[in-house]
């Protein structure tokens, strides 16, 4: 059958059933007395029927059954005529077949019938030609057995029963059956039944008949026809698949298979209709055409889930549907997001589009400017609607039907969600994150007025694979209490009804809105706490660039990964057994056949858990489930010594196993297991505790000492980069010796042997051993540096680290390393050898045969400009870092290079550098000049290379600066090479008055040692048409330049110090443009008389460069289109300033561009001789012209698309709609989102450290009020809003007691409220209401015409969760002054708002209002938070620094040319037009710290200084120095109005307008120095003061005259506040910084952390700060004393005899520097009091104590008691208990809280809160130890019972007495 057959045969089956037919309406209009009659004639009939009783027989019989049928689809016309087989194959599209199909059944004498209908089997091939070879099978049925006694199920069975009353029963089964969806080849078969079924000549018969309609009113109802019997309907559907493939046309392709059981249930009766659906086992499974590797997919995306509906609808009524989900789990794993990629894009009708370039057709724009007649050009602004006839309305009867209230209800609920994020490839993945969700929703009257209400309920967590248990990301409400929830969502939506046009207020100045059509709600109502970890940044990392790679579909190198989740290896050297019947672990894929196998040496076994065999389930709450999860067991039998151990494996750590076998001098053996993990696989090794670790590049083999101790035997070999686990036989000998020869090197086994257990008495042994040549006469001895390194692991499996169980490193390093970071190749050759080797630009090398203090290394800089320069240097460990290199050929040329020594893990590492490489992109000569007048190095523009630009070895590592000279120009002046990132202009003069303007920009290498110089010139002119045009500049009499088609070529202006004005004109001809001025930023179109019509000029200017572009004229760049739309009245028009009048009569436009560019860009216009009216043209408007008394024009301007508009037109309607106002429009979707608050904590986990924790909050209580009538709500001021919440907070309370409160209450002597009518009567009468600021909220709202969108950030803080922390809070905005509370309204942090204007018929974004405000803030840091930073974001196992990278993207940066220079700046892309855009300024307090945690508490805190004599004096010198206090950057704001800019321009000129600040207000750090004690504070405080007083009555003018006084009068108030506050600020800064020094002198870094936290707990007022600067000098004596005898017992425990001397130091410096501290501490502590007193500002606090982490590691959410109780122990007798004790609970003894009991695991502490000085005390301490027995609750409390002393001690009688 062809298209044509088909569309001939549909035409003649729709003619036929078409013929005698009269159309009726759906529901009929039944008169009243009509529907009488009928009623009581069915009255009639079903009387009679009963009489009527028959004998039933059967009536008819009948049987159809056919074999097959089988139809052939092709494209193209019939074939009738040709019957060519061939042409049809070559046709055919589809093949379609029935199998057997059979129809049976009879109908009795009373109307019953009964019949039956099976289908064997469908079949469907995709018979096209392309497809022979390929998958063509695209339906069939699944071969399935039937139950039956065998054979083949039927694809289709339906039983149909129909009783005598009517009743039916249909029941139809479906067998499973196999169907691939290609959405390529549905589409052609979609377009072939699409063909068109109406007949080409209609006839006569078919042509539509126009009637006549007449109607008359008569009273109607709306019958809706409802059957009169019961209707059942089963339809089970078992297991389909439905198959996506991602490929076709490949036989392996992969691709997705949906498998479901789906079982239909419907009854209808005339009541009501009920429908039951299941989907069971319902999922999504992925699937390979080759059935082969399609056994080997196990994995799911959907596991199997159940879905269930329900639908009741009752006749007249509503429809109720609910819909329920259980468990719906999914698993996304970067190949599923690959196939899913690969699937969607399938999809896409891949559509051939024609580009449209420039290039292809040239435009002749001769006639550009000329006046023309609009009629001719279609505007769409002018274009009138086709109005409707209204009489056609008249003629037809609208029936208005009443809407009833049917209460249609959808209920939906998906019990749990989980959405598992999968890292790995193919089928072994591994769950990394997991999203877990529960919804419920109701959804009400969808016929009518639409309404949602739902619920969503977030976790969320990711997999720590070290402890093998999921985290919380998204933590759990109220913490770990037992009544915590997950996160809540509530996602609201409802329909508006229609309502008028916005009305104006009683007051005529306040518009009432329309809601809109439709408003959606989210809103969360809890907290949004968020912790991210160091582990989870890892999970996070590498699962982002695992679904980066798929999205991009990259190709991802396979990783190896093991068969399953876990393998054993053994590197012993013995042979192990594995007992599965003891342990939790069975053999992979033989799981019940196996009960212990045996592991020899260095082999390996896969093993899978016991209850892993069944599939892996995630049931409600993964992270609540977990809670009791139990540890996983292995159990090992050693063969050789009959020993059996149990290993428990479920977290990854190192643990030491003793052996009962001991071997001379009596070392007892033992063995570690070594748990890791790689993407969620663990792998048990089993091994001795000593490895080998090989960093060279070459291997190495390694020999042991034999039991014999004169021969050494072979132990294995370590490989480059990588571990050898020794086995134990070669560890456990008598010597401990270990030897090492390169492997088939030519050399001999090391003479020295290294002992590794000589680690224990120096962990800082290292050794150079040396290999010699086999042949003497043959090379040099190879030298290998051996270091060792030991670490204690868990002894067996407790949680203890003892010397037994220590672990050895051996790690073998070269002496020396090599590195060239210059641009050029270096060759190198060691003293004593031939051979010179090359070392290209980025490359290192291993120099293995470099003897350190014994070997000379000779470098040679390779042909720079030319030359050979050479260098020779004495290999030693102290070398020094700048390297002279002399020419070969010429003595006195010399080449300073910096040589980068680092001696960091055992070796040095030699890297040789330039410091500068400079890049002459001027095509001029440079000539660069240092100090020395002598030093003077040319440039020629030739060069591509850099050139290596130094100074001499005095001055290079101080401040740089050279001079600059262009060709034979004078000297510039000096300008600096080292500010980085920092771009400028250099001027070298000349003397014909020439100057030369260069442009300077400084980059920094990517391995920080080199910066990059690049000179370009300032003025550079860019071509971006297809055709060349010429520059001349006016006043010069030199010739034009040509600028080449699509290219950039420099300018060097003549006349720079007159008028700076250039003209252009196409190369090869002679119409030049007007004179346009460079030296602004502009755009302009410069007209030309010939068929290019004109050309556009751009001129960026920056700091750097000025860039001139030039393009061809495209539609739209005109300066305005003028379109006279007026009947009878002429418009005429001129520049500004210009006497050449032009005129545009009626029914005219014409496009203008202005007639003198560098003039006033204004357009003046009049009409009929009246007074002008001038117009910027780049503002939109509307506007009257009077030209008589009863004669009106208006004008509007507007764009269209890019090109500005000025329409004259007597027709305001069509005034109205070119403007699209959409200010009044309704809006179509509201959408507001609210948040309560989010919070956000950054934690160390490897470190057990909370680092950040960032808030954003609600506000506290707001006022607001608003009109009687008015809908928009404003808030009182600050203090209005303290009182009216005291009078409210009193009133609830008298209510509460049964008082009768006043009914209208006065106020502050200003307010009088009713608080019961929330109504305000004076100082106005108005509406009242008490609300709060959500944390983050935001409205987007859609119109016809328009977008808007308001966000609010209420308030942002951010803070430092270090114990120690000099600056408890980060970031916080600057609280309001209390002198201004009463004149200041609250606002939010944060707060944008943007609209945006839509335009149907223009691409181009115009934004009507862009505003962002951002409050005043502070930020203070200090160098321990910036440690713990750098340490929290720096991966575990830091990549190596890939060099060769590093210098590939210097040479990018330094072979930039002009063009791409330019590019970069005057960048392409849709341009936005704004009419205002404005940010706020910023005004931040920056304070900087040098204190914070100290190195000494955590070893592996990067520090900047690592000599700890430097950092001594640093801290006591240098700190005072670099310190910074609340120093004031002040940015101003950044505005624009009436501008085109792309979004890569706004972006570039908003970071540049702050930055390009905020490094010149660097010079304020100068005055923030603390060693002077901040005198800019003075200055700040009352500058501040004055700043005020001059700042806000402006303001105020601004506003109005009423805010000018309020102004003055808040300013007067901060002078005096700021003066008194800041006054003595200045002295407490002195004295804290002479504090901080003398303390640094102590070398007591216990002493300085306490003095810090000290200092940081601010007192509550000025009695307790006095207090507490006593209490600094009582303690400072105190602890002076006490320290020379206390530190030296100290420092021997830590550090035995070493340390007890070192303790003894410490105690004599703190003699005399504890007291002078205490001294100064109380001075400082004193005026800091003193200030507090007078600041008006409020003091910031940490939201919430730093977390509490448990002893095992894992990480919960967040518990603010723990928290609390945690915090109380650490301060505790400066955290004497917190070394030694766990925290596990506490509670409060007294109601003030002032006495608590604490618990800990090793004992029971009562404390106390001082009153002085509000330090918290231990009254008595009990430990576990000293109780009797267990405690009991009595009637009196908690009842402890001790042991009996056997003695008793000093001091602690009385405790005991009151215990």
Partial sequence: MSEEDYSMLMLVVNENLSEGQISAPSSMLIKEENVTEALAGLAVILEDEGAVQERIFTKIKFLFEMECLKVQLCHGSSFLEEKLPEKRLACSLATFQLSKLSIAGRMQSDSSLEANIYLVNCILDDSRPSRIGLLTRLMERKSVVSMRGGGYRNMVDLDFDQKSNGDKSIQVNIVNFKLVLSIEYLISLANFFAVDKKPKHPTAATQPVKTEKKTKAVKSYEVAVLPSTNTKLKLKLDQPDIILLENMNDSNSLGIVLNNEMDLSVVINPDKMIVAVTFSNLQLLPYCCNLQKQLDLDAEILSPTTITVLVNAPTGKGMHIDVNMREIIIHISPDTIRLLTAISNSFAVNSVLEEHTGNSVINDYSNLWQVKPWKDEGFWFIKTELAEEALNFLEEEVAVLEVTDLQELLIVEIKTMIIILEAGVGTTTVPMMLLELSFTGEVRDWSALLSVGSSLSVEAAYYNEKL?????????????????????????????????????????????????????????????????????????????????????????????????????????????????????????????????????????????????????????????????????????????????????????????????????????????????????????????????????????????????????????????????????????????????????????????????????????????????????????????????????????????????????????????????????????????????????????????????NATTIILTVVNYQGQNYVCSKHLKTQMEEVWTFEAVDQKKATLDLGAHIQCDSGFIQISIYCP????????????????????????????????????????????????????????????????????????????????????????????????????????LLVNKANFDVEVHETLSENAWVTVSALQCVPFWPKYQNKKKEIMLRVAGTTETTKAFTYQNMHSVLLALDNSRGGLCVDCYVMESSTIITIDAYVDGLAAVRLVNHCLTQSIEYHQSGLKDIFSLKPGEFQLYTWDEPSAVQELVWSAGGNEPQKNSLVVDGIGEYKVFHDVTIYWVSFLDGIQRVLLFTDDLALATTAQCAGELERADQEVNLNFFGIGLSLVDDCLKKEVIYLTITSSGIVWE??????????????????????????????????????????????????????????????????????????????????????????????????????????????????????????KPFTEASIILRKNEHSTV????????????????????????????????????????????????????????????????????????????????????????????????????????????????????????????????????????????????????????????????????????????????????GVEDLFYEPFQGAIQGPEEFAEGLALGMKSLFGHAVGGAAGVVSRITGTLGKGVAALTLDDEYQRNRREA???????????????????????????????????????????????????????????????????????????????????????RIRPPRYFYPDGIMRAYNRYEAEGNRLLKELEKGKFAVTDHYIAHAKVTQDGKSVCIVTDNRVIMVSKGDIFGQWNCDWQITWGELKEPPRVTEKGLQLMLKESKKKEIGRASCRERV
């Fill in 1655 to 1741: 200092m940081n707990r601010k007192p509550a007022n000025i009695q307790e700060g006095l207090a507490r600067g006593g209490k600094s000098l009582v303690l400072g004596v105190f602890d002076g004393v006490t320290g020379v005898f206390v530190k030296p017992v100290e420092g021997a425990k830590e550090e035995g005899v070493e340390g007890f001397f070192k303790g003894v130091g410490k105690g004599m410096v703190g003699l005399i520097t504890r007291p002078t501290s205490g001294v100064i501490d109380f001075a400082s502590g004193s005026f800091d009091a003193v200030k507090r007193a007078a600041e008006i500002n409020e003091e910031t606090h």
């Fill in 1405 to 1584: 974004k115009q934004y009507k209002y862009f505003k962002i405000l951002i409050q005043e803030f502070h930020v203070k840091v200090d160098q321990g938070f910036i440690n713990a930073m750098i340490t929290l974001f720096t991966p575990e196992k830091p990549k190596e620094t890939d060099k060769l990278e590093h210098i590939k993207l210097d040479f990018k940066i330094a072979h930039t040319d002009l063009k791409e220079l330019a590019s970069i700046t005057a960048s392409q892309g849709q341009k936005n037009f704004y009419d205002l855009l404005h940010f706020s300024p910023l005004k931040v307090h920056i304070s900087f710290s040098m204190q914070g945690s100290s190195s000494l508490d955590d070893p592996k805190t990067p520090t900047q200084i690592h000599s700890d004599f430097i950092n001594l004096l640093l801290q006591s010198v240098g700190v005072t120095l670099t310190e910074i206090h609340d120093v004031v950057f002040k940015l101003a704001f950044f505005e624009r109005e009436h501008v085109f800019m792309t979004q890569q321009q706004l972006t570039s000129k908003v970071v540049s307008h702050y930055t390009e600040q905020g490094v010149k207000q660097l010079y304020v750090l100068v005055l923030g120095l603390d060693v002077i004690g901040n005198p800019f504070g003075l200055v700040t405080g009352i500058g501040r």
């Fill in 916 to 1019: 500068f490489w400079m890049m002459n992109k001027t095509s001029l000569q440079l000539s660069y000049r240092t100090d020395d007048s002598t030093n003077v190095i040319l440039h020629a523009p030739e060069l591509t290379e850099p050139v290596l630009f130094s100074f001499r070895p005095k001055v290079f590592f101080s401040k740089k600066k050279v001079n600059l000279k262009v060709e034979k120009s004078e000297w510039s002046e000096k300008f600096s090479l080292d500010t980085v990132g920092s771009s400028g202009t250099v001027t070298c003069n000349t003397r014909n008055g020439v100057s030369y303007e260069i442009g300077v920009k400084i980059h920094l290498s990517g391995l920080g040692l080199s910066k990059i110089v690049v000179f370009s010139p300032f003025y």
């Fill in 468 to 852: 093998s248990i999921w985290e919380p990301l998204i933590e759990t409400v109220d913490g770990q209490n037992k009544d915590c929830r997950s996160w809540e969502l509530i996602v609201e939506m409802h329909k508006n009804d229609e309502t008028n046009g916005p009305l104006l207020g009683d007051d005529l100045d306040e518009v009432h809105f329309q809601a809109a059509a439709m408003t959606f709600n989210v809103i969360s109502q809890d907290n949004l706490e968020l912790t991210v970890t160091k582990t989870a940044l890892t999970v996070i990392t590498s699962l982002a660039k695992a679904f980066g790679e798929a999205v991009s579909k990259q190709v991802q190198l396979k990783k190896e990964l093991p068969p399953s989740a876990y393998t054993v290896r053994n590197y012993t050297g013995l042979d192990i057994t594995l007992l599965f019947d003891k342990g939790d672990f069975l053999l992979f894929e033989k799981t019940d056949e196996i009960s212990e196998v045996v592991l020899e040496r260095e082999a390996y076994a896969s093993l899978i858990l016991k209850q892993a065999a069944q599939k892996k389930s995630f049931g409600k709450s993964v992270l609540k489930e977990q809670e009791s999860k139990e540890e996983h067991c292995l159990v090992i039998k050693l063969n050789n010594m009959n020993v059996i151990r149990e290993l428990y494996v479920t977290k990854t750590n190192n643990r030491y196993f003793q052996l009962p076998h001991r071997t001379y001098p009596g070392d007892q053996w033992g063995f570690v297991v070594d748990v890791s993990t790689d993407y969620g696989y663990k792998t048990i090794t089993l091994r001795s505790h000593v490895q080998v670790h090989n960093h060279l590049t070459i291997p190495v083999e390694v020999y042991y000492m034999t039991d014999r101790g004169n021969e050494v035997d072979f132990c294995g070999v370590a490989k480059p980069k990588s571990l050898l686990n020794l086995p134990l036989n070669a560890v456990y000998t008598p010597t401990n010796e270990l030897f090492f020869r390169p492997k088939d090197n030519g050399h001999t086994i090391s003479i020295v042997p290294f002992v590794w257990k000589e680690l224990l008495k120096d962990p800082n042994l290292r050794n150079v051993l040396q290999c010699n040549p086999r042949d003497r006469n043959d090379g040099l001895p190879l030298f290998i540096n051996v270091i060792g390194e030991i670490e204690q692991v868990y002894f067996e499996n407790s949680q203890k680290k003892t010397i037994a169980s220590t672990c050895y490193v051996i790690h073998l390093y070269p002496t020396a390393v090599l590195c060239n970071l210059l641009p050029l190749p270096i060759a190198y050759t060691l003293k004593g050898t031939n051979e010179e080797l090359l070392l290209r630009s980025g490359d290192t090398t291993e120099l293995l045969t470099a003897q350190i």
């Fill in 1265 to 1386: 009020f608003s009109k009687l009538n008015g809908q928009r709500y404003k808030p009182f001021n600050v203090k209005e809003c303290q009182v009216l919440e005291s009078a409210y907070q009193k009133y609830i309370l008298d209510v509460k007691l049964n008082k009768k409160p006043k009914k209208r209450l006065v106020l502050d002597g200003k307010l009088e409220v009713d608080f019961q009518e929330e109504t305000m009567f004076r100082p106005h009468h108005k509406r009242i209401r008490r609300t709060f600021q959500s944390g983050f909220w935001a409205q987007f709202k859609t119109f016809p015409h328009q977008l808007q969108l308001h966000t609010k950030i209420n308030r942002l803080q951010i803070d430092n969760q270090l114990e120690d922390a000099v600056f408890p809070t980060v970031l916080a905005p600057v609280p309001i002054p209390k002198s201004m509370v009463s004149d200041t309204t609250p």
